[in-house]
């Protein structure tokens, strides 16, 4: 059966917050999940690759799309299994992140406020495991339910399932298998709030926030005090991953770089790669397409309709000498679509 809202030769500049110019064979933008499965069953049928999309706020479009993308716009949020201060809050796929952040907060429910701000879709959340400020999505998380693709039926995943990591997930293992439809978080009215990392702290200086909706706010001003609008000027937010070193190689490179900015975790020691970039000398940097922000070393900005060749090129090179300086390799946040466009970014 052909899937409605079918678009032939579709622009995809739009469904990238990175907006780079792309087209794709085929586009259709889901709206319930049987809009979503027949455009699966259509393509499997017409042997067409197929690419998801949500917000587009973690995707790198570098060339056309010979096959279908898939635009996930499912909207619908609700409340479930409201028990005492807690309550689980149920998103679909195509939710704006953002405003569900906000959602949750000004209902006096706290756990994903130090999330707010973060571009993207709800479906797309778990994908990357998304976390700022000493917060990440598995914190909260208690399941979703994706359409399996290997199957064709629906399953239920739950956290241990879903394999969360640092920036990873199953998903991102095993990217062209499940088709995320809706998220489930478990919120509080009494969890204590994260406020210790870095800027946050220095926000509220020890005082202790009246509402999750006070901290969400703060994280709002924060972010946009450093951190650029995709939709005044494209990008795709962080565009390489923090890496994670041994403690070996920690004190070696401490004791070259006395100031080297970095964070323990359970794995390691966590280098914050803003500060690799920067003191490699690349923040501000502009050519006449694509730059890196002038506030935040780790936004790769598309001020001029840069290609997302260009935008690949340009991570290519500051990873390079992030690797010659500091013999760490830094790996990209972002996906790309396709995922065989003629360039070489493995290690």
Request: with cysteine; hydrophobic share 40%; aromatic share 8%.
């Amino acid at each position: 059966m052909r899937p409605r809202h079918l678009i032939e030769n579709a622009d995809l500049q739009s469904l990238s917050t990175m907006a780079t110019p792309a087209t794709a064979h085929y586009l259709v933008n889901a709206e319930t999940p049987e809009d979503a499965c027949t455009a699966l069953s259509w393509a499997s049928w017409e042997g067409l690759q197929v690419q998801v999309v949500g917000g587009g706020s973690n995707l790198i479009f570098c060339d056309d799309f010979p096959g279908l993308v898939l635009h996930m716009a499912l909207r619908g949020k609700r409340w479930e299994a409201v028990n005492g201060d807690e309550a689980t809050l149920v998103l679909a796929a195509g939710e704006n992140w953002h405003q569900a952040v906000l959602y949750a907060a000004g209902a006096g429910y706290r756990g994903i406020e130090n999330l707010a701000l973060i571009p993207g879709t709800a479906g797309a959340a778990p994908v990357q495991n998304i976390g700022a400020y000493g917060v990440e999505l598995s914190d909260s998380f208690v399941s979703l339910l994706a359409w399996d693709r290997q199957t064709g039926e629906p399953v239920t995943l739950d956290k241990d399932d879903c394999l969360f990591g640092y920036r990873d997930s199953l998903f991102k293992q095993q990217p062209d298998r499940y088709l995320i439809l809706e998220i489930r978080l478990r919120l509080s009215r009494s969890r204590a709030f994260e406020l210790g990392y870095g800027e946050l702290a220095q926000w509220f200086d020890g005082e202790s926030p009246d509402s999750p909706l006070a901290v969400a706010e703060a994280v709002m001003a924060v972010r946009r005090r450093k951190l650029p609008d995709p939709e005044q000027l494209p990008n795709a937010g962080s565009f390489f991953k923090n890496p994670v070193v041994t403690s070996e190689q920690w004190e070696a490179l401490k004791a070259e770089w006395p100031d080297i900015v970095a964070y323990p975790t359970d794995s390691g020691v966590k280098l914050a790669a803003g500060w690799l970039i920067d003191q490699c000398g690349w923040k501000g940097y502009r050519n006449r397409t694509v730059g890196v922000h002038h506030r935040q070393a780790l936004v790769l900005v598309n001020h001029s309709r840069g290609s997302g060749k260009e935008i690949l090129e340009l991570a290519g090179r500051i990873r390079d000498d992030v690797l010659a300086r500091y013999g760490v390799l830094l790996e990209m946040e972002p996906g790309v679509v396709p995922k065989a466009c003629g360039l070489d970014f493995s290690a």
